[in-house]
């Protein structure tokens, strides 16, 4: 009772509220990809195998998870009762009439109402273990490295729950917003069952196999036949078969680290964590000026590569003024990594122009007209992707540094992602005009610097070497981007330099800023390097 109560002074309910609504947002990352792709009927039935796949590995995660609390039988009342519950209201859905949801009409709507309420049934479990770990005996490190592994699964769960929904015409956007419905229960018992984690310790075993008896009864039942509808076997078993397997991979990597974990490390996850809030809130920027102002195409693209410059520009810059690395060599490596994109992109693009339909719009699958043009965007937006996994891997090696749970780094890891989040969409809403695509693109670029950040930790890799793969990805940029700008020039040579004026401005007050925050933080003599 004395540590729980320690534990309990030490983590306030506000933190345990804001830590799992984030985690409840990740599910919404699940369908950025509808943001760009269409399914047509055979990738349709080929997802569907992956959320069957998704659904029976979280199932097989509550099974044992409620097996860790010693309460075996009532894990197995749950399976039985999930099912013959989900039977029932199956049954109840039939009798009541015609369903209808989100323009779904008819036994489609049925099994949406099903899933989307078997996902959301299941995050109550989810929630209360979040709640319960955070008010243990190691208090806020074991709640955030639970929270965090909770947060990565949410994705492909969010992914599963679009796919239902998007093979039945949903837009992106509601498919992206119900996803995150789905996992809203999980902050909301989260408290509770913090301030209550004795009698919410009890009920997890019945609850548990409760949600998991849902979903193994809608996988076999629904989820799967519909699969086998649209595909043929071989590709569906084999999706399902994937994404159980990337599931357990998952939580085998999370349960086998968080039995050696420490205050350090739980710090390092906080602050990478941190480093994906800052481009997306550089795309929300742009995208509010953008639709505010009524910004033109050629200006976007404008700003997008004056960011871009710099971004490419700023790092070098240090290590030569630093004498951390000499000119030859920085040359070298920026050649290179400019060589070895534009060689990339170039063989894509002429593979593109090889097979493009005669109305110079590719044949694929996509929410928007996808031109040659359009995919020089999306190539120079990859460059930008490089440029933060090389960022996110510095950051990673320094971040466990940081005491005080980071606190020290909120503003300098948050700065530095600004502009790289408005290149990106800026990039895609001058390319495409879609707001929502921009934002989708901000919020995905954003996710790498985290993923490559708690990558480094959990390989425990050292600073060697970090600063030549840095400096390959800065000369990744410029090849991009200079397709980019010499396409806004070809438009309005005016409003593409005041729009590259206005990106190198924006990326210098950002980094600079960054710069001097470092300096006066008590946290400056060992500032990760990749925000200084």
């Known amino acids: 009772m004395s540590n729980w109560k320690g534990s309990y002074s030490r983590v306030s309910l506000s933190t345990v509220a804001l830590l799992t609504l984030a985690m409840a947002a990740a599910t919404g990352l699940g369908a950025v990809p509808f943001f760009f792709v269409e399914l047509d009927p055979q990738w349709a039935g080929i997802c569907n195998g992956m959320a069957a796949g998704v659904m029976l590995a979280a199932s097989f995660d509550l099974i044992q998870e409620g097996q860790e609390h010693g309460a075996g039988s009532w894990v197995v009342i749950g399976i039985l009762a999930g099912g013959v519950f989900i039977l029932l209201c199956k049954k109840f859905l039939e009798q009541y009439g015609e369903v209808s949801m989100l323009d779904i009409k008819g036994a ?73 419905i789905t996992s809203l229960p999980q902050p909301i018992v989260a ?127 240090q290590l030569l003024l630093s004498s951390k690395m000499g000119f030859l060599p920085l040359m070298l490596l920026l050649t290179v990594g400019a060589a070895f994109v534009h060689v990339s992109s170039s063989s894509m693009l002429l593979l593109v122009c090889n097979k493009r339909s005669s109305s110079n719009n590719l044949p694929t699958v996509t929410r928007f007209p996808v031109s040659v043009l359009t995919l020089q965007s999306f190539l120079a937006c990859g460059a930008v992707a490089f440029h933060a996994l090389a960022e996110g891997l510095a950051l990673g090696v320094a971040a466990p540094k940081a005491y005080g749970l980071g606190r020290h780094m909120v503003l300098p890891v948050s700065l530095h992602g600004l502009p790289r989040g408005a290149a990106v969409a800026s990039c895609i809403f001058g390319a495409t005009g879609s707001w929502y695509g921009s934002l989708a693109a901000a919020a995905l670029i954003g996710f790498i610097g985290p993923i490559s950040a708690i990558g480094a930790i959990l390989a425990g890799i050292d600073y060697s070497g970090l600063d030549h793969v840095m400096v390959l990805a800065c000369g990744g940029l410029i090849p991009c981007f200079v397709r980019i700008v010499q396409r806004a020039v070809r438009l309005d040579i005016r409003k593409s330099s005041c729009g590259l004026a206005v990106g190198v401005g924006f990326a210098t007050l950002c980094l600079a800023c960054t710069k001097l925050v470092c300096l006066h933080t008590p946290y400056c003599n060992s500032a990760p390097e990749a925000v200084r």
């Open 191 to 317: 408290v509770p069952s913090f301030m209550c984690a004795d009698a919410f310790n009890k009920f997890l075993p019945f609850c548990t196999g409760f949600a998991a008896g849902c979903m193994i009864w809608m996988v076999v039942a629904e989820v799967l036949p519909d699969a086998f509808k649209e595909a043929s076997p071989t590709p569906v078993a084999s999706a399902a078969t994937l994404s159980v397997a990337f599931m357990e991979a998952l939580s085998t990597l999370f349960q086998n680290f968080t039995h050696d974990y420490n205050s350090e490390d739980a710090s390092g996850f906080f602050v990478s964590l941190l480093f994906g809030l800052g481009p997306l809130l550089g795309g929300l920027v742009l995208v509010a000026f953008a639709l505010a102002f009524h910004l033109q195409h050629a200006l976007l693209m404008g700003t997008a590569s004056g960011i871009a410059f710099i971004l490419g520009a700023w790092r070098p810059l």
């Open 108 to 180: 489609d709507a049925t099994k949406v109402v099903l899933v989307i309420g078997i996902m959301t049934l299941h995050s109550f479990g989810e929630g209360s273990g979040v709640g319960v770990s955070f008010a243990g005996s190691k208090g806020f490190t074991q709640g955030l490295l639970v929270t965090l592994a909770i947060a990565v699964h949410n994705i492909p769960e969010g992914l599963a729950v679009s796919t239902v929904l998007a093979s039945r015409g949903v837009s992106p956007q509601n498919a992206m917003l119900w996803s995150i």
